[in-house]
């Protein structure tokens, strides 16, 4: 079964967001080029009009318990559309296509007081699928209402561009967090 919702638009050219593959820009903290990661939103309309999104809570890793949205890191050679339409599967069991996914924009993410964890992600909002979520080991996918994000139980940077994204806004945004290494303490 092929899932789509029925405000599914085709991968255009957004302000400011190339249309296509997207490659993340490769930044740099000190010496070192910040390791590239992906996250994708996949969206579905209800019957009645609303809005949801497939989000679930970490089981493991960076971010273990908070809800995140489906993505991970590269592998080498990997574009970052590739490794969206890979960790989806691997994550819910559901399979995308490239050509699906709707590219956003890219968020760095900087983590001075554990610089491991610094990085940058290539942001993409999908509303077409195949297959039903399901657990893995890494969360337990669940569909949010976009009008009552769980941004209380997400990384604190959520609540400043998921909403937008969600909605069709591009995003490309710095966010440095702080000693406790979950608070924004600037963006930029």
């Excluded at 296509?20 to 903290?29: C, D, L, M, N, T």
């Excluded at 679930?56 to 993505?71: C, D, E, F, S, T």
């Excluded at 994550?91 to 590219?103: N, W």
């Excluded at 195949?130 to 893995?136: A, V, W, Y």
Aim: glycine share 10%.
């Amino acid at each position: 079964m092929r899932a789509r919702s029925s405000s599914s638009k085709p991968n255009k050219a957004r302000p400011g967001i190339a249309a296509g593959p997207v490659v993340a820009s490769r930044r740099y903290h000190g010496a070192m080029a910040l390791p590239q990661v992906c996250v994708c939103y996949l969206t579905r309309q209800n019957p009645d009009g609303t809005l949801q999104v497939l989000l679930g809570r970490k089981k493991k890793g960076l971010g273990l318990g908070n809800i995140v949205g489906l993505g991970g890191k590269l592998e080498p050679g990997e574009t970052p559309v590739q490794a969206a339409v890979r960790e989806i599967e691997e994550e819910s069991g559901l399979s995308v296509v490239e050509a699906d996914l709707s590219p956003r924009g890219v968020l760095t993410y900087l983590f001075p007081h554990r610089e491991a964890w610094s990085q940058v992600s290539t942001v993409f909002v999908c509303a077409a699928w195949e297959g039903i979520p399901r657990e893995s080991d890494e969360l337990d996918p669940e569909w949010f209402d976009v009008a009552s994000l769980p941004v209380d139980e997400m990384w604190d940077d959520a609540r400043h561009w998921l909403p937008g994204v969600l909605s069709g806004m591009p995003v490309r945004a710095t966010f440095t967090f702080g000693e406790d290494l979950a608070t924004v303490v600037a963006r930029s």
